[in-house]
């Protein structure tokens, strides 16, 4: 487990693990708004210590992951009783197409000011991966997610989630099989790319027939609007019937443009209608084929992509 350098005490390397702390929240809770959160009370709870606590506390990192884990382990839980209550499907939180989330901002690599507080985008944060995660365990996916992407030891990930090293070994190994069974291989970014700017032209020209060659026959479309956006809610299932929903959608809200973007570092669409942003799209692909589209219309989650 990384450790900052130096006393408990200095600031600076409490700071640096800002950025592992956001890293690690977003993708337990897909949900950047929840991880800063996170964030901000795993920091509250550093500073509510005395200085003689903090100066005993061996490794200022491990012990800050360990509070984050754990504020996130209990977020886990009470978020499925509030998506029990949420109207309609419930989504991950869209990222923009910028490389990273830098301090309350999109930035890039080379932002002079190479902030703490940010988001790395890789396949870890797809939002096809994500969904995977939100059908896991709480447990489950606080011990896959620490150890196969944050590469932890199963002894570190047991302070974490209050469980022995072999259980949570079994948990990581429960969520790998759900992850391999969930996610076939995917073609080339290239191909994944060309999918979705067909998908567009199609949805454009309002081409059934086209949009339905480019669904795989049990393709599957998901909307989340919140209750605060109009989307349909329940998903809707087959190539045929989501072809003619994006049809009938485009011919009801007229005046709206497409925008090819990356979301959550894979290729996907962003509407506008009079420059604002009302909603995300991300696909998954398989073969040569689109199998889940996820559209986002929730004005809540969209709110990184105002200046995106």
């Known amino acids: 487990m990384s450790t900052p350098s130096g006393p408990a005490d200095d600031l600076s390397a409490i700071t640096r693990e800002r950025r592992k702390l956001l890293n690690l929240a977003y993708r337990l809770l897909g949900s950047l708004a929840e991880a ?6 795993t920091y509250a709870r550093w500073y509510a210590l005395t200085p003689r606590q903090r100066d005993a506390i061996d490794s200022p ?12 382990l209990d977020l886990l839980g009470s978020a499925r009783a509030r998506r029990e209550r949420y109207v309609g499907a419930w989504v991950p939180e ?28 890789d396949e870890s944060v797809s939002m096809a991966f ?33 469980r022995t090293p072999a259980a949570c070994r079994q948990l990581a190994s429960s969520a790998r099989r759900r992850v391999r069974a969930a996610r076939p291989p995917a073609p080339p ?12 032209q199609a949805w454009e020209a309002q081409d059934i027939d086209g949009l339905i060659g480019l ?16 989307a349909a809610l329940h998903p809707v299932e087959g190539a045929e019937q989501i072809a003619r929903f994006f049809v009938d959608r485009a011919r009801a809200v007229p005046g709206v443009t497409l925008q090819e973007c ?6 996907g669409l962003m509407a506008r209608k009079d420059g604002v942003t009302v909603s995300v799209l991300a696909f998954d692909v398989a073969g040569d084929r689109i199998t889940r589209i996820w559209a986002v219309l929730n004005p809540d989650k969209l709110r990184p992509w105002t200046t995106a």
């Open 262 to 267: 990356a979301v959550n570092g894979q290729p």
């Open 189 to 200: 970014a290239a191909d994944r790319a060309g999918l979705v700017r067909s998908f567009r």
């Open 36 to 41: 800063e959160d996170v964030v901000q009370e």
């Open 215 to 230: 669904l795989a026959p049990d393709a599957t479309a998901t909307g989340d609007g919140g209750g605060l956006a109009t």
């Open 61 to 72: 990192g491990a012990w800050l992951t360990t509070v984050a884990g754990r504020v996130c």
């Open 130 to 162: 994500l969904v995977v995660l939100e059908s896991m365990t709480p447990a489950e996916r606080v011990a896959f997610v620490l150890h196969d992407v944050f590469r932890y030891s199963f002894a570190e990930v047991a302070e974490i989630v209050g």
């Open 94 to 121: 869209p990222l923009p197409s910028r490389t990273e989330w830098v301090s309350g901002r999109w930035g890039t690599p080379a932002d002079p000011a190479d902030p703490a507080d940010r988001v790395t985008l």
